[in-house]
């Protein structure tokens, strides 16, 4: 094959690259004609032909650049955003209404639609069920597209609306100080209303302020070293998290499970599985009760505590 | 993760067409949205960038009419493919039941697929699942390229690169032209029902 040849089959490359979108790979060829160009004195015009071939190289790096810089969750229409909410939020017949509204709007922050999501949130801080969770993703998502002072302002109005009871405030401020902390800001926080800022962390809040740093867990698995399921591994999706709770579903049908979760069992060799990684930890049986009304009629729900992470 | 609703006997599978970027998965789509009207039960939404390329997922649901006595509802995703949408990934791939692997037979693509294979996996075991007991068909996508010029893999090539472990059932396509879509799709419409019969328990 001659050189002209040869160019013009990297050159005919390059544009069905292009066509197929795929950038780099067509700007690679480019690049291989140019070489080959420099490198022969036969081809006549080398200029034009290599400041031809530049241009379309720049306009590819045009597009790379924007792929690049593009957000890789943008947010996109209210009808999009819905159906991503109906799509990928598990389906749970047993919660209440809010933990259904509370478990969408995460449903939307890990997609990235962090504005919907906060909107969607803040209308849960009032509903005492799932007042701590909702307020603590509303943070969450604002300080993913704000800042620690935007969230710090959120904060002051639920102070001020009194929307939260003190627990709750507390809570939430304990919380917010955390991530604080963890960020290197330091910036007191006042809890309105509170008689007396406290100073020192009984047990239960340090218990509470412990809970604050437990990531979203989506499932689990157990690994028996006694009982009546001694060497086995099970997994197990988690289907609602409440800080270090996990409560999970165990169909009827799986007895020796049950019986080897009992409450009150400690399971010192546990995977955690989150989004992002997965973490060894431990954890106790808090509750295993039995289902007594709806589709999930005869199966357990058990709580498990996280006990270390 | 299939909803089996036993009262209404009806089941609701989720199926994914994973695979890196730019490889056809929405093309898969597209196709099967166009050629299977008596299936397709809404519309298809793709939720795309600028740049046409996936940017959440593509959705497709299909009604496949009473299998053993269960009305059989499928939905069907594409993930996307690229690099930076990791984190999307992992979560459109959540709760499923089969997958379609679509590679790339252009030579310029041997090793996107096989980092999309990896991230296939991890993602998987991440959700306690085994790429080896997964319902799972790989798709050679792009055949029609070597007519354009464009150097392509043999399909000898790309069963030793991603299938020499796996063996499960691959196919040739060009989901451009719709050669292969169907054939794809069925194999894993059956290796799902017949898992989730296995595993749900169901009959007449």
Known sequence: MSIKDKVKMLLKEAELYKSQRLLKESKAKYLEAITLINTNDQIPNKESLISAISKKIDFLNTGITRWEQSASKPEVSPKVQDLIKKLFTADDSLGSEAVKALKSAITLAKFGQYKRAIKEFNNLVGVDQVAIPAAKNSLKCIIEIGSIEDALSQYYQWTKSDVLNEEKKLAIKNYLQEIMERQGVSIPIDVPGSKEEPTKKTVDEKHDHEDDDIIDITSIGIRFNHGPKKGDHVELDVSFQAGNVLSLIVSSNDKLLIESLKVGVRLDDMDFYSPIAIFKGSGVVETNTRIETGPKRGDYSLDIKIHSI | ?204
């Not at chain 2, 989720?14 to 695979?19: A, D, L, T």
């Not at chain 2, 496949?64 to 069907?76: H, P, T, Y």
């Not at chain 2, 080896?132 to 464009?150: C, F, H, I, S």
């Not at chain 2, 292969?180 to 595993?199: A, D, F, I, P, W």
């Open chain 2, 1 to 204: 993760m299939a909803i089996f609703n036993i009262q209404k006997r009806e089941i609701e599978c989720k199926i994914v067409y994973y695979g890196p970027g730019r490889c056809g998965k929405t093309t898969n789509l597209e196709y099967i949205f166009k050629a299977f009207k008596k299936q397709v039960t809404g519309e298809m939404v793709s939720v795309d960038t600028e740049g046409d390329s996936t940017l959440f997922f593509d959705f497709l649901p299909l009604g496949l009419g009473k299998i053993k006595g269960c009305d059989v509802r499928v939905q069907i995703f594409t993930v996307p493919g690229q690099q930076k949408y990791s984190s999307t990934r992992k979560l459109v791939l959540k709760g499923v039941d089969g997958i379609v692997f679509v590679a790339d037979s252009l030579e310029v693509r041997r090793e996107k697929n096989m980092l999309s294979l990896k991230d296939l996996q991890q993602n998987l075991k991440d959700y306690g699942l085994s790429i080896t007991r997964v319902p799972l068909v790989m798709q050679y996508n792009k055949r029609d390229l070597a007519n354009e010029g464009l150097p392509i893999m043999s399909v000898e090539q790309m069963e030793r690169d991603l299938n020499r472990q796996l063996k499960v059932p691959s196919f040739q396509a060009s989901a451009i032209r719709g050669a292969g879509v169907g054939n794809t799709l069925q194999e894993c419409l059956k290796l799902t029902l017949v898992s989730l019969q296995r595993e749900l328990k169901w009959s007449q």
